[in-house]
Structures are given as C-alpha cells and as structure tokens.
C-alpha cells in the first residue's frame, strides 16, 4: 500500500487511508488479536507506518471506551484459558469459532478468515468500535 509508506508525523494523511487503516484494525480486532500484533501484522503485511495504526487505534478507543474494556477482558479470558489447557489446545471464541495458538503464540480462528461471509469489512453494529472523526467505510 505505497500511500501509506514513510513517517505519518512529517505528511499529511488522506482519509481514505485513514479508513483503510481503520478496516484493517477491524479485521484483526475480529480475530482477537492484540494491539502489538495488530500493529506488527500492518507494518509487515500492508506496509503501514505503526504510528498511523496507532494512532488510529487510540482514536477507536477514546471513543469506544465501553468495546475496548469488553475486548481487552476477552483477551484475556482467552490467553487464561489457553494457558490453563496448555499451549496446545483449542478455545472457542465469543463469535463461536474456534480459536488455535501460533507459533509466534497469537491466535488464529479456525475459519481462516477476517472478512463477513457477504465481504463486509464492519464488525457486527452491537460491538463495532466507531469513530465520529474516522471516516467509515459506506
């Protein structure tokens, strides 16, 4: 994604980066993994400064306080009960999937994917973290 190469602190960031970054967070918030993970999966993957990531993701969490309490006590719940079962073992996620350790010790759902059935990039509207000042997808 070669528009949002380089530093974030020395140029301007056009919206529609903004909502792709924003999209991008809400894939990886969908299969619960954390904020570093997130943060390096978008640096190594689609080539985005951390410091966008990051900064988007503090505005998703100033304005989303109530989500963001709910996902970080998910996490770990789920880190506990895969530590209680050894790092082997399976978990079911809230959404009802299942959920197997890495190599690196973060977790996969076992559908594979981070996109709805009908493509939609959003999280469901009950627990979707929203941004009155972050664009969103339409």
Do not use: C
Request: hydrophobic share 25%; aromatic share 6%.
């Amino acid at each position: 994604m070669p528009g949002l190469r380089g530093s974030v602190i020395w140029r301007d960031v056009s919206p529609e980066e903004v909502i792709q970054v924003h999209i991008l967070i809400e894939r990886g918030l969908r299969r619960y993994l954390t904020k570093e993970e997130i943060v390096q999966k978008l640096r190594d993957e689609d080539e985005i400064d951390p410091e966008l990531t990051k900064i988007v993701w503090a505005k998703l969490e100033e304005e989303n306080e109530g989500y963001f309490q709910g996902y970080y006590a998910t996490l770990s719940s789920l880190e506990q009960e895969r530590q209680s079962r050894g790092s082997t073992a399976s978990t079911s996620l809230p959404n009802g999937s299942a959920s197997r350790p890495n190599s690196n010790g973060s977790s996969a759902t076992s559908n594979g994917s981070s996109a709805t059935s009908n493509g939609s990039h959003n999280l469901p509207a009950s627990s979707q973290p929203h941004s009155n000042n972050i664009p969103r997808n339409p």
